[in-house]
């Protein structure tokens, strides 16, 4: 999270931060009762709003029933708040699950996906609170998808790209990684992968460098890739194939092509059976 007058980053983080600021400057305006939720709670939790609309500031109003306000930078929803609120450095948000189970109605599915993922990761939530606040949701709309997102969320996912890429996997049909497998190299030494398919022996890794950059300059890039390279080679001296992917490549949808085409390639050494088709 940002305060008030500190540094926003640049990219695609400064609308996440520029957020949280507007957010920030509205909450004091709010009328009792008032608090921030949807993307204004996402970004209050320090959770990512990816392909979310980041221009308006969320709150819900302490009123049972639904409908939403509408104004040109601004949306006020209607919807009853018990045991839902928390405070974050003295101002009132919906907590996690509950913010979670909101913005998976009204989302994409994708962005929501991004979003249960990490919140379970950090342990800001459990996959119990995540399913009484969808029961708590019956009837309202978009709790199908909701019901969707929590059913598909796993808080073994590190990254928004390792998120996105478990979704366009599944999308293309093709059969789901275990996430976050443990290895020892010959060197002594332990990796862990990101995805791995074991009946391929595959393992699939997300670089999100491309996106959000890295600390360190050039010399720490270069070194991370000469780390990279060692650990590759110790991974593949176990036998298994390594394919690596960037954002550039789930924003040109080749995620699914490159692990079909890697699946296939194993399966002409008698690797997996017949499933990457």
Not at 19 to 41: D, F, I, P, Q, Y
Not at 128 to 146: F, H, I, M, P, Y
Not at 159 to 182: H, K, W
Not at 209 to 214: D, H, I, Q, T, V
Request: aromatic content about 4%; glycine content about 10%.
């Amino acid at each position: 999270m940002y305060a008030l007058g500190s540094d926003l980053p640049v990219g695609p983080r400064a609308s996440e931060a520029l957020l949280e600021l507007r957010s920030r400057a509205a909450a004091r305006t709010l009328a009792s009762g008032t608090v921030l939720s949807h993307t204004s709670a996402l970004v209050m939790h320090g959770l990512p709003v990816h392909g979310m609309d980041t221009e308006v500031v969320a709150t819900t109003r302490n009123r049972p029933g639904s409908g939403s306000r509408r104004g040109s930078r601004t949306v006020c929803h209607n919807a009853d708040l018990t045991d839902a609120v928390m405070e974050i450095d003295e101002i009132q948000v919906t907590n996690p699950a509950r913010t979670i189970i909101d913005v998976a109605r009204t989302q994409g599915f994708d962005g929501a996906v991004c979003a249960a993922d990490e919140a379970l990761h950090r342990g800001l939530c459990t996959p119990d609170q995540l399913t009484a606040e969808l029961e708590a949701a019956a009837g309202r709309k978009g709790v199908a998808r909701a019901r969707a997102v929590v059913s598909f969320a796993d808080g073994r996912a590190e990254s928004v790209l390792e998120s996105l890429s478990r979704v366009s996997i599944s999308r293309a049909g093709l059969p789901m990684p275990e996430l976050q497998v443990e290895f020892v190299l010959p060197d002594g030494s332990g990796a862990r992968v990101d995805m791995y398919w074991e009946r391929w022996r595959l393992v699939g890794e997300c670089d999100g460098l491309g996106k959000y950059g890295a600390a360190g300059g050039e010399v720490a890039v270069r070194r991370r890739l000469r780390a990279e390279k060692a650990r590759q080679n110790g991974l593949e001296a176990l036998g298994n194939s390594v394919r690596s992917w960037l954002w550039q490549d789930w924003e040109r949808d080749r995620i699914p092509g490159i692990v079909r085409s890697a699946m296939l390639s194993r399966e002409k050494l008698g690797l997996g059976g017949k499933h990457a088709s």
